[in-house]
């Protein structure tokens, strides 16, 4: 019996696909709450405080001005629904209140482990869906709107956006994406950087099917590489194409004023003070 389950498992970790296409089809609202039961069972939480809020957004209007924050991305409008994953202490903290405790938590680290517990949580549940025949997509792009989902969502102090997937029936079968090989990840009793030359045969594979991947999306992005003088899957991720050091700069800085607009934390808010004097 262990093994069986073991291979269900393994076989739907190995069946994993991001999807960007989305049959119009409702999700009954049973399986959706069903499967954000199960998830939040079967998720760890740190001290079981459960420190995480799911927003469901199915309402078509409400879909629009979020597709709109997450750069008009066209899977958010297709999908039947999509799920903001935040790290809520609120909750948490109100009970302190109406119990007379002490209050707690509007601090760094009781935002990082509202974090890893809303991003703990956001994987159970899109396990959950693709075992029941779903498709998943996560939104890096929550953390670039953070600032305007919280508005949007109406989010109370001390709660706030960390990631979101859009949830609905495939009408993709994309190939499954690379992943570099088990040594890269896998270190034991230590962490052991391999020499140089190790290094980058680790990364070959990435480098050759990673670039071709971003050469097929069309003549325009490669004209765009060479305009960058962009020779090489490193130097595109890095470029203004992709993940430009200025933008992730800004979006850090975005994020922790927002952390400080929200409610968390004195240690951040004497940064942005110290900042802006």
């Known amino acids: 019996m262990t093994d069986e389950r073991g291979a ?9 696909r991001s999807i960007r296409r989305f049959k119009t089809d409702p999700i009954e609202p049973e399986l959706i709450e069903r499967i954000c039961a199960d998830a939040i069972q079967g998720s760890s939480s740190s001290g079981n405080l459960n420190t995480f809020a799911l927003v469901l957004t199915e309402d078509p209007a409400r879909k629009a001005k979020l597709c709109a924050l997450h750069y008009e991305q ?27 405790a002490r209050d707690n938590f509007n601090n760094l680290q009781g935002f990082l482990v509202a974090a890893f517990d809303a991003i703990i949580l956001a994987q159970s549940v899109a396990l959950a ?31 706030v956006p960390v990631t979101s997937l ?15 090989p088990l040594a890269a990840y896998l270190h034991r009793e230590r962490y052991q950087p391999p020499a140089d030359a190790d290094f980058l045969d680790l990364y070959a594979e ?71 004097g």
């Open 8 to 16: 269900v498992i393994s076989e739907l970790l190995r069946s994993h």
């Open 74 to 100: 066209p899977m958010i409008r297709q999908a039947p629904l999509l799920i903001t994953f935040c790290a809520d202490v609120h909750r948490t903290r109100r009970w302190l209140t109406l119990r007379e």
């Open 129 to 159: 869906c693709e075992a029941h025949g779903l498709g998943i997509c996560y939104l890096g792009t929550t953390i670039d709107a953070a600032t305007e989902i919280a508005r949007t969502l109406e989010l109370p102090e001390t709660c």
């Open 166 to 180: 859009v949830v609905g029936y495939p009408d993709e079968a994309p190939a499954r994406r690379d992943r570099l």
């Open 206 to 276: 990435r480098e050759s099917k990673g670039w071709q991947r971003y050469q097929a999306l069309g003549p325009d992005m490669a004209a765009k590489m060479a305009e960058h003088g962009i020779t090489s899957l490193a130097q595109f991720y890095t470029s203004d194409l992709k993940y430009a050091p200025a933008r992730c700069e800004a979006t850090s800085e975005q994020f922790s004023q927002l952390l400080v607009e929200q409610g968390y934390t004195d240690r951040l808010r004497g940064t942005a003070r110290r900042k802006q």
